[in-house]
């Protein structure tokens, strides 16, 4: 087993687990950190913590207590908040970070025909304009925004179950990857007339917009929050770089 202080990885995302697979096989300890919302996580090789650090003043005390002598923030494009304390807290204490952040499906050739909204809670008045049968695959925390819906039928596809009852809707309790041939069944399954996704990026959700273009179903699109500053990479390979870089 690898010995020594770990490098932190902020995780909750396939990419935080490939990492941690490839430095712990290079040697490299690592505690990989969850929020802890979600019950039987996917876990990643290596020392595992879940559960917030209490903002950024009990991150940067945990990042000196613990003597950590990286930090890569290797969660979901959405997860904005722990990537703002991952800045703040890493420049407090001093310890490098590097942000591990996976191209957003911006660039896809198809991006220019969905509908683009800035943030959440401009979704439902954007499928609104689309469709009467919507499928939402936005996440449990943003069911909110999609109240003026709540009369009308959607399918919403979420990891955990909701915080609060939506009796139009049905609700679809799946954890990805999802496939081809599973996510066109869903459509037609359920007449499914407008998509509304994250622009999360990565390959494991990325079918249902395949799916969408061979249907002729029109996509509303959420965009990523803005990014804190910090150095960035978008592949597994180039994290393990900067960690080999750094501690030889
Ligand atoms: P968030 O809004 O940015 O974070 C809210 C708070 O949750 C943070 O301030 C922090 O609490 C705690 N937290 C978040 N990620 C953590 C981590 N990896 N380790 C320890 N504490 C963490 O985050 P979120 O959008 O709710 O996402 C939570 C987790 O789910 C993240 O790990 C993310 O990678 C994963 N995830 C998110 C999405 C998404 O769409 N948002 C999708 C897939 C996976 P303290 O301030 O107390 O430290």
Redesign the pocket.
Known sequence: MPTGPAVLI????GE?RALARALVDLGVPTLS??????SRPALPVGAVR??????VA??AEFLRSSATPLVIDA??P??????E?AVAASTQAGVPLLRLLRPGWETDPRAVSWTWVPDISGACPALAELGERPFLTT?R?GLAHYRAWADRWALVRLVEPPDEAWPNWTILQRRGPFDHAAERSLFTEYAVDVLVT?N?GGSLTAAKLDVAAELGVPVVVVDRPAEPAAERVATVEAAVSWVRARLG
Not at 33 to 38: C, E, F, I, N, T
Not at 50 to 55: L, Q
């Open positions: 902020l995780g909750g995302t935080a950190s969850l929020a802890g919302r979600v879940s559960g917030g650090f209490g903002g009990g991150l969660t979901h959405f997860a904005a908040t722990m990537s304390h996440g925390q994250k999360s």
